[in-house]
């Protein structure tokens, strides 16, 4: 019978993803059979699942390190913003509705079914089920009715591990006041603490460590040091995204408000030779950049204002007058063309906009949304590519007669007649190592790194190690214990 515990942060961002990731690959390393599980999630970095869904990418990224495909059952609900106080909720892989934040907290306990369905059915095939929270157990605001952390934690019997954060300093403040503010059924949840993300020598915090379990009393893990090698693993926070330093190539990122699906980047990062800069709001686009890559958009026609609000259209065409080259994938794809329309208001207010005019081709949101895998090839080099579809919108207009890569017998995307502006909805492209070659030759460039797989595989191995090297695993499992399901979730 399965066994399940839950890894929840002292605060938001301390790395529970990854540290989620790394025990899946350790376990799984030791024979176990591994599922992640996240109740809910909210993020713009979606992947698409085998069985047709979409799943938050660090679920994406914890499956590959437990060995299995994603499914949706590891992530139920993913909260997808669209404006500062609204987001696309997805249910089991599929659109359930768009809710303001308000509306979606009195939705919560309706979503806490569907949630148990998906963990019973993991668990049903698994030895271990590790389950991520979502930012704070500390936000007590955010309680009643939650489905995140402790809510989903008493709702399912399971005991909880406390993460910290000590690069940003405070941690200890963080442990134990995070034990201070929580009702005594939640504290009492909470069975051992690890601290994350240290820099320098590990002895100088043994005091800290000694002070922790005499204020909590809960089991110390260990100390994680920093691992140098986590950038080469798929972040799914936009606030995890950095600019990537050194290479004689510049690839130019301007970075929006609502940017999606921005793992695209990685496999490029990754380059010795190319260096990725992220252009934020109020700078220009850099004028020595070999391309401007524009990503994903959650919301395509919001964002393209906030483009032009930046200056950077005019960056853009000027960039094109120096000899540049331009990319879009799916809403910088859709942003190319001559116009976009949204008659149902699908991504915000209905309208249409025109576009930057940079290929002949014009975009309509529909409400069918297109989540699929894909396999292809590059029209002009023939090399293989995958990678997944995961919009809403029909791009069509002169230039996509000039397809940038065929998928099983169509054409997808559009070149414009120079060749030096092009686009297309397709996701992951990079990480095809003879395609990235091609495109990086195209730049003047070289690709050094000839099987971007093996590198996260790697990747994810080291971690594995790293994590059985300075944290105690053993106890991990020894605390880990068989749900103990309740009817229904706490109200307090």
């Not at 309680?143 to 709702?155: K, Q």
């Not at 959650?298 to 853009?316: E, M, N, P, V, Y």
């Not at 895998?373 to 002169?398: A, F, L």
């Amino acid at each position: 019978m399965a066994k399940t515990i839950m890894i929840q942060g002292a605060g938001s961002n301390v790395g529970k993803s990854l540290f989620v990731a790394g025990l899946a690959r350790a376990f799984s390393r030791r024979g176990l059979r591994v599922r992640p599980f996240k109740p809910q999630n909210m993020s713009n970095n979606a992947a698409v699942t085998a069985d047709g869904g979409e799943i938050g990418r660090a679920q994406a990224l914890q499956a590959r390190a437990a060995g299995v495909p994603p499914v949706v059952d590891m992530n139920p609900v993913l909260l997808k913003p669209e404006t500062d106080t609204g987001a696309q909720v997805i249910v089991q892989g599929k659109r359930f509705a768009t809710l303001r934040a308000r509306d979606y907290s009195k939705a919560k306990p309706k979503l806490l079914p569907p949630v148990i369905e998906s963990f019973q059915r993991l668990a049903a095939n698994a030895d271990l089920v590790l389950i991520e929270g979502a930012g704070s157990p500390a936000e007590i605001n955010l309680r009643a009715g939650d489905i995140a952390n402790m809510g989903f934690a008493e709702a399912v019997g399971s005991p909880v591990i406390l993460v910290g954060d000590i690069d940003r300093g405070g941690v200890i403040a963080q442990l134990v006041g995070t034990q201070a503010v929580l009702p005594t059924e939640d504290r009492d949840r909470i069975v051992a603490f690890a601290i994350n993300k240290f820099r320098g020598d590990v002895s100088l915090f043994d005091e800290g460590m000694q002070e922790l379990e005499a204020r909590t009393g809960w089991a110390a893990l260990g100390v994680l040091p920093w691992f140098e090698d986590a950038w080469r693993l798929p972040a799914e926070d936009v606030m995890d995204l950095s600019s990537r330093r050194g290479g004689k190539l510049k690839i130019a990122v301007p970075r929006l408000n609502r940017i999606a699906n921005f793992d695209d980047l990685d496999p490029l990062a990754a380059e010795p030779e190319v260096e990725i800069e992220l252009v934020e709001a109020g700078r220009p686009l850099p004028g020595d950049a070999d391309l401007v890559l524009i990503p994903g958009s959650k919301s395509t026609i919001a964002d393209l204002a906030h483009f032009r609000t930046q200056g950077w259209d005019i960056d853009l065409q000027a960039h094109l007058r120096r000899g540049g080259h331009v990319i879009g994938i799916c809403g910088g794809y859709q942003m190319l063309g001559h116009r976009l329309s949204d008659p149902e208001g699908i991504e915000g207010p209905p309208g249409e906009v025109p576009g930057l005019g940079l290929l002949n081709t014009v975009t309509a949101m529909r409400p069918h949304k297109h989540l699929r895998e894909v396999e292809g090839h590059d029209v002009d080099t023939g090399h293989r590519v995958t990678g997944y579809e995961i919009h809403i919108g029909e791009t069509t207009g002169p230039d996509c007669a000039r397809p940038w890569v065929e998928i099983s017998g169509r054409s997808e995307g559009a070149v414009s007649e120079d060749g030096r502006v092009r686009g297309c909805y397709l996701h992951g492209l990079f990480a095809s190592d003879a395609f990235r070659a091609a495109v990086l030759t195209q730049l003047g460039g070289t690709s050094r790194i000839t099987d971007y797989d093996t590198e996260i595989e790697s990747a994810l191995d080291a971690l594995a190690e790293h994590m059985e090297e300075h944290l105690d695993l053993d106890r991990v499992l020894a605390l880990s214990a068989v749900p103990a399901y309740r009817k229904s979730i706490s109200s307090t």
